[in-house]
Nanobody, 119 residues
Framework: VQLQASGGGLVQPGGSLRLSCAASGSFAGINDMGWYRQGPGKQRELVAVITSTGSTNYADSVKGRFTILRDNAKNTVYLQMNSLKPEDTAVYYC??????????????WGQGTLVTVSS
């Protein structure tokens, strides 16, 4: 399973960005989809996750500003980021968990996409 993330870039404070992450390869199903981030000099933190049933969970720091969505038909997860702040600057990594074609669990990671919030 391979994940391809896109959508990062430079944005001014208060602006918006939408990250995407698409899965490819052979797998039986995907369970959780989510995003982590790692800012300069910081530990990696969970930003948002969405389960196969559509339940979501967010880091307190992004609640009310970020929205995680999934398109199961496209095996894609999105992170809509609004009201961006300089402290949101980080490399964002998508991940997915699921089962492969022989029912083994897997966790796949995207390559990371840089989000820079600066004026």
């Amino acid at each position: 399973v391979q994940l391809q993330a896109s959508g990062g870039g430079l944005v001014q404070p208060g602006g918006s960005l939408r990250l995407s992450c698409a899965a490819s390869g052979s797998f039986a199903g995907i369970n959780d989809m989510g995003w982590y981030r790692q800012g300069p000099g910081k530990q990696r933190e969970l930003v948002a996750v969405i389960t196969s049933t559509g339940s979501t969970n967010y880091a307190d720091s992004v609640k009310g500003r970020f929205t995680i969505l999934r398109d199961n038909a496209k095996n894609t997860v999105y992170l809509q980021m609004n009201s961006l702040k300089p402290e949101d600057t980080a490399v964002y990594y998508c991940y997915m968990t699921g089962r492969d074609m022989v029912s083994r669990f897997f966790t796949a990671w995207g390559q990371g996409t840089l989000v820079t919030v600066s004026s």
